[in-house]
Every structure is written in C-alpha cells, then in structure tokens.
C-alpha cells in the first residue's frame, strides 16, 4: 500500500492512499480530506504533492485534485465533480479534456484487472 508522507508543526501523517478524497490549496495551506472525515493541514505545494502520487489522482483545476476512486459523479455540463455527501469541485474549462482523458484510462485499468 502507499503512503502519503505529511507533516506540519504539531503533527506527522502517513497516510494511507486509498484513504485520500482530495487535496485542496486553501488559504495558503494544503488540506487532504480523507474518508475518515479527518483533515490534515501543512504547507506543501500543490505541485510538489502531485509528483508524489499515482495516476488516479488528477488535478481538476489550480487548488484542487482529486482521487477518481473517490468520485461519486460526475457532470460535465456543470462541470461539477462530486466526491461525497459534503465534497463537491469545479472543473476548471482548460483541465477539461484532461480530466476525460484521465477518467477514460482510469476505466480502461479498472476494466483490464477486472478480466
């Protein structure tokens, strides 16, 4: 399994992969929601954070990216990503073709170790 190394001045996380919804730029620090309801703050940038995680985790516009394991819906008309009960993105227009791509070979995978 892997990990997500995080760490801020009171606290360290090693969180599990599978356990992220999103990470999300606010106010100036980088907040990863989890499925526990749990979320971790730290200063880490969006950019650094995105070479550190796999394929199925894909950035949907400057602030935000997204674990596609953890998409409930999505529409495209309103270019709305709907991650939970309480979790919903914007799409960003330009990441648009992007995020098709990306969703496209997530289900490809899926569908290929599903054989």
């Known amino acids: 399994m ?3 190394f995080l760490k ?3 606290e360290t996380a090693n969180i599990p992969m599978d356990m992220i919804i999103s990470l ?9 929601h989890t499925v526990c309801g749990r979320d971790f ?10 070479g550190e995680l ?4 894909i950035q949907i516009n400057r602030n ?3 674990n596609l394991q953890k998409v ?13 009960g309480q979790l919903a993105y914007q799409m960003a227009i330009r990441r648009m073709k992007a995020i098709r791509k990306a969703i496209n070979e997530y289900e490809s995978d899926r569908y290929d170790i599903g054989r």
Request: aromatic share 14%; charged share 25%.
């Open 2 to 4: 892997e990990y997500l």
């Open 8 to 10: 801020n001045e009171t």
């Open 24 to 32: 999300e730029v606010k106010d100036y620090y980088l907040v990863c």
């Open 41 to 50: 703050c730290c200063s880490k940038s969006l950019n650094k954070i995105e």
């Open 54 to 57: 796999p394929s199925h985790f």
């Open 64 to 66: 935000i990216i997204v």
């Open 72 to 84: 409930q819906l999505l529409n495209f008309k309103e270019r709305t990503i709907y991650m939970n």
